[in-house]
């Protein structure tokens, strides 16, 4: 199988470093590149060429759910995975309509991270 590629998106250097960190720990699973807001984002993902994308729904500049329309408008076969420390089902629904395939909160253990990942990028790859 090939690597999974991933970029981390959050305007927390500890959550994005951890992220990455733990990550690591999956053979097929590579994090090719951070971003600590949504501007950022958008501009990296032309360069770094993800599969998916774990998106930070609050951050400066451009939140999550404005990034994510603007990825997947602009990169359709790149997978957004929302990622949260709150359930806000407003945030969550607009999200998932901005063309996010799934969500986690942020305390999801790292085996489920994983398996959403993976499902993911499967996802990617034979689109319905």
Do not use: H, W
């Not at 950022?40 to 770094?48: D, I, N, S």
């Not at 969550?92 to 398996?115: C, F, H, P, R, T």
Request: hydrophobic share 45%; with cysteine.
């Amino acid at each position: 199988m090939t690597s999974i590629r991933i970029m981390v998106v959050d305007d927390q250097d500890v959550v994005r470093k951890g992220l990455g960190l733990f990550l690591k720990s999956f053979d097929d699973l590579v994090v090719v590149g951070e971003a600590n807001n949504g501007r950022e984002a958008v501009r990296l993902c032309g360069e770094l060429q993800p599969d998916v994308i774990l998106m930070d729904l609050m951050m400066p500049e451009m939140d999550g759910i404005q990034a994510t329309r603007l990825i997947k408008q602009q990169y359709p076969q790149m997978q957004v995975i929302a990622l949260t420390s709150i359930q806000d089902d407003q945030s969550v629904k607009q999200m998932l309509e901005a063309g996010a395939i799934g969500y986690l909160l942020k305390n999801a253990s790292i085996d489920e991270l994983a398996n959403t990942i993976i499902s993911a990028s499967k996802a990617a790859q034979n689109p319905r």
